[in-house]
């Protein structure tokens, strides 16, 4: 039913099979932004983020063959993101000379807040949209696709849209509601494969 | 079922998270993060933009790359791989990128450094005062040195690539770029091959260019395109005719013996004329060496003093030598492993031409033999990268995928020249290090041994080079005794067969301090740190800048090592001449500007240590911007001072606007920001606001313990104040048991000598007291107080204050002679009896 040619079960499968290195390629096309914008929200530059995928996946080499896919505990995703998390860290511990802090300063200090949680769900998000996006552009027609952007996502007056791509008012709220609907049940397909 | 609590099921907020996606690209120009693009303008190479960069609000240039023929993997691979090296660039005088990538419709782009400014051509109305052009043009061969020295060349350096702002202040554009965006994968330089840029660049590029000759470029290319600069700024011409058709001018390039800048404009003179035509001698040999001689000759004139003639040839080996380690240390990331390959190979190629021509070989024979190692290495490089490549996508290769077949092309590739041969398996012995793969490390170095054993009977530079890599990787796989022996060896070698100041030796020499250092035989390894830094000094000059840094970074080691009186005597010196030579705002006076800062405080002057980093703060805000990381860092460091020298109020507002700064630059997880967080808290504490502070601090101390692990330098600061604080809430039971833990941590996150372990251990023994538990302080105070005086000196608040409490404490118990004792010590320094 589903565009999507590959699922992420089949892939962890195929992973853990070792060697099939057509895997491993699809495997880093998927999940390459989603850690280099993870990485670059908690302040890595470009270059310092090559090094955390490369890193990511290095570790990833040597886990997968024995990785056990189960989907009922949400296992990789956690995995992944605890390895992308050390990569990143191991990266921000190579400060410049300047930040220095000075000799036991003895008092108080106000707390950090752990943002690391919601800014990996964050990203996790993003990164079902962009693969969910792949397959309805695949699925929707052009005009459709439009009108959901400029009514549904930009707030632009459906009336407008309508005319302007010759559409009745009636279809570009329909187009909108379809898309969404759809955006939803293919996320819902990819976040139940995942595991 | 739990419907509501799935994003994706509710309506409202799967469209929330789909503007987010949208909101990530900005009209006009698709690139993520970057909002409000404005066209600037149009060239040969591409569109320039005005932009804003989301998370820092800076404005920045973004130079979206024409796409002719860029579209393929190697080229794509090529443009990033240059691109990451003119990254790291950071310099007044050259325009930062930030950032490079590809737009949504698959063109190249680059983010820059804003600058408004005028080419350098325009900015003198008429003919420029003589004085000011060369001051501005010498600033402008001291930041092409720069680049040099970090491997990059810039290959198209021309009046418009060079903008003066309103300041007088030069910064050279475009660094790299006509490599890095050169269409052809074959091994042409864009400068004379890209059609669009070709009539644009003509006028200064050198003979080497002109003869489509691109193996022959080096840093000595931008040193002649510096001469066309400068004699057209004083004489308002070209040094020959260029306004021919394209034959006659590439015939005049190549052959034209350049009109004296005294013959057009007498006012120049003879000696600024014979700087001129140095810079434009048209055999790369007979001009200045490096931009930096080029620099340094005009600045001598200016400063009235005799120019110079040619340097001694060790200086290009030692700075070849620095250059090639700096790379090494930083090589992580598949990119620059692929360019270190490549500069390595063709170093030991140059290195080879060197060795052939001291033997005095026909020049026919040399040209011919030299013409085929490079043609040999440069098909390597390509043919390493091609089989590396999963498929044409033009994604980026593994690391893992490049060395293996590396390893076996270079058997193949490089079969009859040795020399390159061992270089590349030692390169990739460094590459499988660096990934922490040290069997393979191990195998790789091991085998360029064999090579150099059957090849050169076991001696001469190949060896010792060899020999040092296995000795690097036996020592970080934890084998620092036989690291040592190794690297030992690989010195005397290398010693035997270009003496103790050659390349070889120096990288012997720096193996043997990494063996040192994890064999925890200080003393030895600083005394080698010493001797770099010394030969440095000989070979090089007191004032040069590899030097500076080498005598930065022996400074750096004595202030870690608690050596503080050594640290500040050593790196006021290098301040001051650092200062002179490179200029006050330049970021290398800074390095050693913050150590000294950091030795002064520790020592307790804080009259000597306020002024400077204020000055170092302003120069940093006025350089770099003030949300600058590095502003932003010195921020941080002013308001730790203010802080700790009783002005908490002023410090409060600097570092709530640093803590912003950062947090917006790096997120909220980065360890800058949990230094800012702990000392805002602790400016809270000073200005008497302790409400919840406890509970912060457990907090911060969680974090800390989480993402840096108990024996990081900065949780053991966190637990020490954390502690700290339990004790002045009275709770010392709670707080000696917190300050025991943070002892123990604080021994294997510093070494012996440093005072941040006895420091803790005067925190502990003073809770003891106040808990009433006296004679477990008498038992810990007395060494804390002797490795304080140790570390810090006599004078420091930490040594009185732990030897006052401790004599007080003898006296209490019926020790007065010992308290009297200690009591001398605060005095004199001497060993109590």
């Given at each position: 039913m589903y565009a999507q040619t590959t699922t992420h079960g089949t892939l962890l499968a195929r992973l853990s099979g070792g060697g099939d290195s057509a895997a491993w390629r699809e495997f880093c096309e998927r999940y390459e932004e989603l850690i280099r914008s993870f990485a670059r929200r908690r302040g890595l530059s470009a270059s310092d983020c090559d090094d955390v995928l490369q890193d990511v996946m290095l570790a990833l080499t040597k886990a997968m063959p024995g990785f056990r896919y189960d989907p009922a505990k949400g296992k990789f995703r956690s995995y992944l993101k605890t390895v992308t998390l050390h990569a990143i860290l191991r990266k921000s511990r190579q400060e410049p000379a300047g930040a220095s802090l000075s000799l036991g300063d003895g008092s108080v200090s106000r707390a950090i807040e752990d943002e690391t949680e919601d800014t990996w769900e964050a990203e996790w998000r993003q990164y079902h949209l962009r693969t969910a996006m792949k397959t309805i552009r695949a699925e929707f027609n052009a005009a459709d696709l439009e009108a959901f952007d400029r009514y549904g996502v930009g707030g632009e007056e459906a009336s407008a849209v309508a005319k302007d791509l010759s559409l009745s008012i009636d279809q570009v709220y329909q187009a909108k509601s379809r898309v969404l609907k759809r955006l939803s049940q293919v996320i819902a397909k990819q976040v139940e494969e995942e595991g | 079922m739990e419907t509501s609590s799935n994003w994706f099921e509710d309506p409202a907020l799967l469209t929330a998270e789909v503007k987010r996606a949208k909101a990530v690209r900005s009209p006009g120009l698709h690139i993520r993060g970057y909002d409000n693009p404005v066209e600037l303008a149009r060239g040969g190479q591409g569109i320039v933009y005005r932009a804003v960069q989301r998370s820092t609000h800076r404005q920045v240039a973004v130079k979206v790359l024409l796409d002719g023929g860029l579209a393929s993997g190697v080229a794509q691979r090529r443009f990033e791989r240059e691109i990451d090296m003119v990254a790291s660039l950071r310099h007044p005088n050259i325009v930062s990128v930030y950032d490079s990538g590809t737009t949504d419709d698959g063109r190249l782009y680059l983010v820059m450094e804003f600058v408004e400014g005028v080419p350098l051509d325009k900015f003198w109305p008429s003919t420029p005062p003589m004085r000011e052009a060369l001051s501005v043009l010498a600033t402008v061969a001291e930041a092409v040195q720069y680049a040099h020295q970090r491997g990059v060349i810039h290959r198209d350096l021309k009046p418009s690539n060079i903008r003066v702002d309103s300041a007088g202040q030069p910064h050279i554009l475009d660094f790299g770029l006509a490599k890095a965006a050169s269409r052809e994968d074959r091994d042409r330089e864009?400068?004379?091959?890209?059609?669009?840029?070709?009539?644009?660049?003509?006028?200064?590029?050198?003979?080497?260019?002109?003869?489509?000759?691109?193996?022959?470029?080096?840093?000595?290319?931008?040193?002649?395109?510096?001469?066309?600069?400068?004699?057209?700024?004083?004489?308002?011409?070209?040094?020959?005719?260029?306004?021919?058709?394209?034959?006659?001018?590439?015939?005049?390039?190549?052959?034209?013996?350049?009109?004296?800048?005294?013959?057009?404009?007498?006012?120049?003179?003879?000696?600024?004329?014979?700087?001129?035509?140095?810079?434009?001698?048209?055999?790369?040999?007979?001009?200045?060496?490096?931009?930096?001689?080029?620099?340094?000759?005009?600045?001598?004139?200016?400063?009235?003093?005799p120019i110079e003639a040619k340097r001694d040839s060790a200086w290009y080996t030692l700075r070849k030598t620095m250059r090639r380690y700096r790379i090494v240390v930083g090589a992580a990331s598949v990119v620059l492993i692929a360019s270190?390959?490549?500069?390595?190979?063709?170093?030991?190629?140059?290195?080879?031409?060197?060795?052939?021509?001291?033997?005095?070989e026909a020049q026919s024979a040399r040209a011919l033999a030299e013409a085929a190692r490079a043609k040999a290495v440069s098909r390597f490089v390509e043919t390493m990268l091609g089989a590396a490549d999963p498929g044409k996508e033009g994604k980026d290769i593994r690391v893992v995928d490049v060395l293996g077949p590396a390893s076996r092309?270079?058997?193949?590739?490089?079969?009859?020249?040795?020399?390159?041969?061992?270089?590349?398996?030692?390169?990739?012995?460094?590459?499988?290090?660096?990934?922490?793969?040290?069997?393979?490390?191990?195998?790789?170095?091991?085998?360029?041994?064999?090579?150099?054993?059957?090849?050169?009977?076991?001696?001469?530079?190949?060896?010792?080079?060899?020999?040092?890599?296995?000795?690097?990787?036996?020592?970080?796989?934890?084998?620092?005794?036989?690291?040592?022996?190794?690297?030992?060896?690989?010195?005397?070698?290398?010693?035997?067969?270009?003496?103790?100041?050659?390349?070889?030796?120096?990288?012997?020499?720096?193996?043997?301090?990494?063996?040192?250092?994890?064999?925890?035989?200080?003393?030895?390894?600083?005394?080698?740190?010493?001797?770099?830094?010394?030969?440095?000094?000989?070979?090089?000059?007191?004032?040069?800048?590899?030097?500076?840094?080498?005598?930065?970074?022996?400074?750096?080691?004595?202030?870690?090592?608690?050596?503080?009186?050594?640290?500040?005597?050593?790196?006021?010196?290098?301040?001051?001449?650092?200062?002179?030579?490179?200029?006050?705002?330049?970021?290398?006076?800074?390095?050693?500007?913050?150590?000294?800062?950091?030795?002064?405080?520790?020592?307790?002057?804080?009259?000597?240590?306020?002024?400077?980093?204020?000055?170092?703060?302003?120069?940093?805000?006025?350089?770099?911007?003030?949300?600058?990381?590095?502003?932003?860092?010195?921020?941080?460091?002013?308001?730790?001072?203010?802080?700790?020298?009783?002005?908490?109020?002023?410090?409060?507002?600097?570092?709530?606007?640093?803590?912003?700064?950062?947090?917006?630059?790096?997120?909220?997880?980065?360890?800058?920001?949990?230094?800012?967080?702990?000392?805002?808290?602790?400016?809270?504490?000073?200005?008497?606001?302790?409400?919840?502070?406890?509970?912060?601090?457990?907090?911060?101390?969680?974090?800390?313990?989480?993402?840096l692990g108990r024996t990081h330098q900065t949780t053991v600061y966190i637990r020490n104040n954390y502690a700290s604080t339990l004790g002045a809430l009275g709770r010392y039971d709670q707080a000696v048991a917190e300050f025991r833990r943070c002892a123990e941590d604080a021994d294997r996150a510093f070494s012996a000598d440093h005072s941040m372990p006895p420091a803790v251990r005067y925190n502990l023994c003073k809770n003891l007291i106040l808990a009433g538990r006296e004679s477990e302080a008498l038992d810990i105070l007395p060494r804390a107080a002797e490795q304080l005086l140790k570390s810090l000196g006599p004078e420091s608040d930490w040594t009185r204050g732990a030897i006052d409490d401790l004599a007080e404490l003898l006296d209490k118990h019926g020790r007065p002679e010992d308290a009297a004792a200690w009591r001398s010590r605060l005095k004199t320094g001497d060993t109590p009896r």
């Open positions: - | 864009a400068t004379l091959s890209t059609t669009g840029q070709f009539m644009g660049s003509l006028p200064w590029a050198s003979p080497e260019q002109a003869v489509g000759n691109p193996d022959s470029i080096d840093a000595r290319t931008d040193v002649y395109s510096l001469g066309v600069v400068l004699h057209q700024v004083l004489t308002g011409r070209f040094p020959y005719d260029v306004t021919g058709g394209l034959k006659a001018a590439l015939d005049n390039i190549i052959h034209a013996e350049p009109t004296r800048a005294d013959r057009i404009r007498p006012e120049v003179g003879d000696e600024v004329s014979t700087i001129v035509a140095k810079a434009l001698a048209k055999d790369p040999e007979r001009r200045y060496q490096s931009a930096g001689d080029l620099a340094r000759d005009i600045r001598r004139y200016l400063a009235g003093e270190l390959v490549a500069l390595l190979v063709t170093l030991s190629a140059l290195g080879e031409a060197r060795h052939q021509r001291d033997r005095a092309l270079a058997e193949q590739t490089l079969r009859d020249q040795p020399h390159a041969r061992s270089a590349v398996h030692g390169v990739l012995s460094s590459a499988y290090r660096n990934l922490q793969m040290y069997e393979e490390a191990v195998r790789e170095a091991r085998v360029a041994i064999d090579i150099a054993e059957r090849e050169f009977g076991g001696k001469g530079v190949e060896t010792s080079l060899a020999r040092t890599a296995l000795a690097a990787a036996l020592t970080d796989m934890g084998r620092p005794e036989e690291g040592l022996r190794e690297a030992t060896q690989a010195h005397a070698l290398a010693v035997e067969a270009e003496g103790p100041d050659s390349r070889a030796a120096l990288e012997a020499q720096m193996a043997m301090g990494s063996a040192l250092d994890d064999l925890q035989r200080t003393d030895e390894a600083l005394a080698l740190k010493r001797q770099i830094a010394e030969r440095a000094a000989k070979v090089l000059g007191p004032e040069a800048q590899e030097t500076l840094g080498a005598e930065g970074n022996l400074g750096r080691t004595y202030y870690v090592l608690g050596r503080l009186d050594e640290a500040i005597s050593l790196l006021e010196s290098v301040v001051e001449r650092s200062g002179r030579v490179l200029g006050p705002d330049n970021i290398a006076t800074l390095a050693p500007i913050s150590t000294l800062v950091s030795a002064y405080n520790a020592k307790g002057h804080y009259d000597k240590s306020e002024p400077l980093l204020k000055d170092a703060w302003e120069r940093l805000k006025r350089t770099y911007g003030p949300e600058s990381h590095t502003a932003l860092v010195y921020a941080n460091n002013y308001a730790v001072l203010l802080n700790n020298t009783g002005r908490s109020a002023e410090a409060l507002p600097i570092a709530e606007q640093a803590l912003a700064g950062l947090t917006d630059l790096h997120g909220p997880d980065h360890v800058t920001v949990l230094r800012l967080t702990t000392l805002i808290g602790s400016i809270h504490g000073r200005l008497g606001d302790q409400a919840k502070q406890l509970e912060w601090q457990q907090r911060a101390l969680e974090a800390a313990d989480r993402t």
